[in-house]
């Protein structure tokens, strides 16, 4: 169990050591409570929530004309917390290393965001969720019958694999489809997203290790994985991982985001469609076993494997392709993730957490699968 005396401590060490390096800015006096000085009252960072401190939420990170921000969505709005405290770090992992993983503090300022900070959904030019992940973790093998498709008795661990930063895209991004291979296939993952330090984790405390969840679609280039038997070069190429549109709190959702329905479509065909009960390492358990070797880190996240009905293991297989011509609009990819929510292209997926995504550009192959990106584009076609 989290002891809230002690982790509230330790966020005000955390914050007091951020105020004396100036990391938000800040010009106010360095005698004032940080929790004053960075959500606009003391009182604030312990209202609502529960045990942990977190409020049910979904926060965003977007762009604008003044650079990258961070927000917490409200209805068809998104709050933009840098303007209503700039000190506010851009990148959600800074915020979680601060407070340990504690969101309350960031819906209170959201809670007292004046009109001019709100910010409609429908045009929105989204970032992903955490800015810069430090480690991105993912499952392979994590769905039986996803094993099986493959050519794979039930494995008696998860396979392991990371990915880098420079491999994602944000909701609505366009996905890249590279010069070097045709075989870009989809995968729509649930990930979660880090939010304390962790080692040596018991699966009993894991989930209190986790702020919240995303759509996440591991984009791969079948024809490099499969090369060899370390798959991270087919899932690494630039601009195929799919993230976003938001994260959803951990606590907004069931222990360990249990039993949620996870479904990819493609041109409005269900391609993909399980629910998350079904993975065979959970959440806690991948947890447990990520830290006997690894600390996990605010920031980081946890991708969680995807369930059977890629499109490699069809036949003929069935790649994501941009589109040919001008008037051929492509292939459009949906990921979702939670309770029945939809993803919608140009909603950006309002239910609990979806994304959804569109297939552009030159060339041939099939459609795009973005949980979370734009259309997808060659690389002779993005020059």
């Known amino acids: 169990m989290i002891n809230q005396a002690k982790v509230s ?17 800040d010009d106010r006096s360095r005698s004032e ?31 604008t004309e003044n650079g990258l921000r961070l927000g917490v969505i409200r209805g068809d709005t998104v709050v933009d917390l840098q303007a209503v405290d700039p000190r506010i770090p851009s990148d959600l992992a800074l915020w979680l290393d601060a407070y340990e993983g504690e969101l309350a503090p960031l819906a209170a300022v959201a809670d007292r965001a004046p ?27 994590n769905y039986l019958d996803h094993a099986r498709e493959g050519g794979h008795a039930r494995p008696e661990f998860p396979a392991v694999f990371l990915r880098c930063r420079s491999s994602l895209v944000a909701h609505l991004r366009p996905i890249l489809r590279p010069l070097a291979s045709q075989t870009l296939d989809y995968e729509a993952e649930l990930v979660g997203i880090v939010g304390r330090r962790g080692k040596h984790v018991g699966r009993a405390d894991a989930h209190a290790f986790i702020a919240g969840y ?56 269900v391609l993909q469609s399980d629910n998350t009960r079904n993975m065979m390492v959970s959440v806690a358990e991948t947890v447990a076993d990520l830290t006997q070797g690894m600390t996990l880190e605010p920031g980081d996240l946890v991708v969680t494997g995807t369930p059977a009905g ?46 959804a995504s569109r297939v552009s550009g030159a060339q041939a192959t099939r459609p795009n ?11 002779r076609g993005m020059g």
């Open 115 to 141: 009109a001019a900070a709100h910010r409609p959904l429908e045009g929105l030019t989204f970032a992903l969720p955490v800015a810069r992940p430090g480690k991105i973790i993912c499952l392979g093998l």
């Open 214 to 269: 995303a759509c996440f679609n591991d984009g791969s280039i079948r024809e490099f994985q499969r090369r060899t038997s370390q798959w991270d070069m087919g899932k690494n190429f630039d601009q195929t991982g799919g993230f976003g549109p938001w994260m959803v709190s951990a606590d907004a959702l069931p222990p360990g985001a249990s039993g949620l329905s996870i479904v990819c479509r493609l041109n409005g065909i």
């Open 369 to 379: 699968g973005d949980s979370s990106g734009g259309p997808v584009e060659s690389a």
């Open 310 to 355: 890629v499109g490699h293991a069809r036949q003929p297989p069935l790649w994501m392709r941009p589109r040919v011509r001008s008037r051929d609009r492509g292939h459009r990819h949906a990921a979702q993730s939670g309770r029945g929510g939809t993803a919608r292209r140009r909603h950006g997926g309002l239910r609990p957490f979806a994304g």
């Open 9 to 25: 401590a330790r966020r005000d060490q955390i914050m007091t050591k951020i105020w004396h390096c100036g990391l938000f800015g």
């Open 33 to 63: 409570d940080p929790r004053t000085a960075l959500c606009g009252s003391a009182a604030a960072c312990d209202t609502g929530g529960d045990a942990t401190g977190s409020v049910p939420m979904k926060i965003a990170g977007f762009e």
